[in-house]
């Protein structure tokens, strides 16, 4: 007899089951590749072969009346070698910087919608959420006749406190920073729906104990708040800068076709529909698109290898 009969037992059990081989998946492991397999398809259609298909495509150079031939790297060599596209990924960096401005205001702003006993808070919510569901067309229509250097508003006011008129969009020097306030207007209301979800998630213990020893609000927020959010502004920060790079229908609207500042504010996804829907080069536009999809890839992994130094897991 085994003076330890559960070990016995245990190592007999592996036995059988090293002898009969690896057991069949049971009912609930096959249920749940049933219900991921809705999601697998539809990311392998939609999202995976889409992107086989555009690094193929950027092989290739497409004919006036279609078809395709290949033509090895020159596409690359000539999205590398083209000056339009190195302005382009400045400018949509520089959205990018701009828009994750969105998430202190965010912050802020969540903060102060989060204190104790402050009535309307479901109202403020939406309203700050409004931009965010309005579509893009909308707001850059709206937004333009706010820039407009005739009969804007803005410049209406800036008029009756002594300032010059100045033509926001149109200005290389402005047009740029005049879309990233857009767009940082109109993401703030979502980033704010998650921060105020990820602070009520924060025990409220710990802003009473430090309370009870003296902890004043902005003590609290940068030794609490902060610290114990960095995990949901982690995750904020990603989907603002992913968001930030795809930039284009905004710009779009707001600067036409016809604006003299539009190549001081072209984004890269704006380039890439000029190549590919209006000069015919769908294999350029094809590189350019795969190149920025590296460009996200080695940002992003960068954001989760600094995320290790400030973002604190409680």
């Known amino acids: 007899m085994s003076v330890f009969p559960a070990t016995a037992a245990a190592k007999a059990e592996e036995r059988r089951a090293a002898a009969t081989g690896p057991r069949p998946a049971s009912r609930n492991q096959r249920a ?55 302005q382009a990924l400045v400018n949509t960096l520089i959205y990018s910087l701009i828009g994750l ?10 903060s102060l919608l989060n204190r104790r006993g402050l009535r309307g808070v479901a109202l403020y919510r939406a309203l700050y959420f409004v931009p965010f569901v309005t579509l893009p067309v909308a707001v850059g229509l709206v937004w333009n006749w706010l820039y407009n250097g ?15 008129r100045h033509y926001w969009v149109s200005d ?30 924060i025990p409220q ?32 920060s990603i989907i603002c800068m992913i968001n930030s790079l795809q930039t284009f229908d905004l710009i779009y609207i707001m600067m036409g076709e016809k604006n003299p500042a539009i190549g001081d ?36 992994y960068l954001q989760f290898r600094l995320q290790k130094r400030w973002v604190h897991y409680a």
């Not at 539809?42 to 495509?57: E, N, R």
């Not at 009969?151 to 406190?161: A, E, R, S, T, V």
């Open 172 to 201: 290389p020097s402005t047009a740029v920073f005049a879309i990233g306030t857009v767009m940082v207007w109109s993401t703030t209301g979502y980033y704010l729906i998650i921060f105020m979800a990820g602070i009520k998630g």
């Open 32 to 86: 749940a590749y049933w219900f991921i397999a809705p999601l697998g398809i539809g990311f392998a259609v939609f999202y995976f072969w889409p992107l086989i298909q555009t690094f193929y495509f950027s092989f290739t150079e497409f004919g006036a009346f279609g078809g395709h031939t290949f033509i090895g790297t020159d596409n690359y060599v000539r999205v590398i070698q083209d000056v339009t596209v190195w």
């Open 101 to 110: 401005t969105a998430l202190p205001v965010a912050i802020v702003v969540a």
């Open 150 to 164: 005739d009969f804007g508003l803005l410049n209406d006011i800036l008029g009756h406190l002594g300032i010059d």
């Open 265 to 300: 504010t072209q984004s890269v996804v704006g380039l890439f529909y000029k190549w590919a829907f209006i000069e015919n080069a769908q294999g350029a536009a094809a590189a350019l698109a795969f190149l920025l999809m590296v460009v996200i890839a080695a940002l992003t």
């Open 205 to 236: 213990d710990y802003y009473e104990a430090a309370e009870l020893d003296g902890a004043g609000a902005l003590r609290r927020f940068f030794t609490i708040t902060l610290p114990l959010l960095s995990p949901t502004i982690f995750f904020a």
